[in-house]
């Protein structure tokens, strides 16, 4: 089993939709998720960092944590044409030192005007 | 947070050729890291590239093959050497800095992208 799983997609959906998309992992001891978005031909930028269980809102986007499923998610409200990217989930263990960042192999999402 | 460029951002290149990929960053870093992404896959980290010291290489990647050079605290390279097609992906450089909840968080290039034919 992976260590982070995460369903490439693509995912299309019209402006205005709400979308979610998930990553599952198997490592509990994971405790800092990060959501990063990258644009076609960019390198990615971190969206939205969570420290443990629970959920954070930054404007569109909400960030939820279950750490007794190993599941996050990432939610987009009222979608736009400019959030068309691939989504990538990210977590780690441990703040700093050596420890490395896993990543998901990300979700591709198209929105449509 | 950091602002990295990278050159080439994108290169085609001939079998059994080898590419130098250059990474600045304009601030001072103690750690610089190295990413492959390929088509399909999770971003995977090649090295960590320490200024004065060797690279640290994670499993499956080795210093003949992707040789690193860190002269100072803003520069880095990437050599990919004696290149096939399986090396086609795209390298990211990447560092670690402060964000904005004051958590350490990773801040990458706009990457290059290599094609070998």
């Known amino acids: 089993q992976k260590e982070v799983e995460q369903d490439p997609g693509p995912l299309s959906v019209p402006e205005g939709a709400i979308v979610s998309l998930n990553c599952t992992y198997s490592?509990?001891?994971?405790?800092?998720f990060m959501w990063y978005r990258q644009y076609s031909r960019k390198g990615p930028e971190l969206l939205m960092y969570t420290y443990s269980s629970g959920n954070k809102e930054d404007g569109r986007f909400t960030a939820q944590v279950d750490k007794s499923s190993k599941y996050i998610s990432l939610f987009i409200r009222d979608s736009q044409p400019s959030d068309s990217a691939t989504y990538l989930c990210a977590m780690r263990a441990r703040q700093g030192g050596s420890e490395k960042l896993v990543f998901g192999k990300g979700t591709k999402l198209t929105v449509n005007p | 947070s950091a602002v990295i460029s990278q050159k080439p951002s994108r290169d085609i290149c001939q079998r059994g050729t080898s590419l130098t990929i250059q990474c600045q960053v304009d601030s001072q870093v103690t750690m610089m890291f190295w990413y492959r992404q390929q088509p399909g896959q999770s971003l995977t980290l090649i090295a960590t590239a320490n200024q004065g010291s060797e690279a640290t290489y994670e499993s499956g990647f080795v210093i003949d093959k992707f040789p690193i050079s860190r002269p100072n605290l803003t520069f880095s390279t990437l050599t990919v050497s004696n290149m096939s097609p399986e090396d086609s992906s795209i390298y990211l450089c990447?560092?670690?800095?402060?964000?904005?909840?004051?958590?350490?968080?990773?801040?990458f290039g706009a990457g290059s992208r290599l094609t070998v034919l």
């Open positions: 990447s560092v670690r800095g402060q964000g904005a909840s004051g958590a350490n968080v990773l801040t």
């Open positions: 490592n509990s001891a994971f405790q800092y």
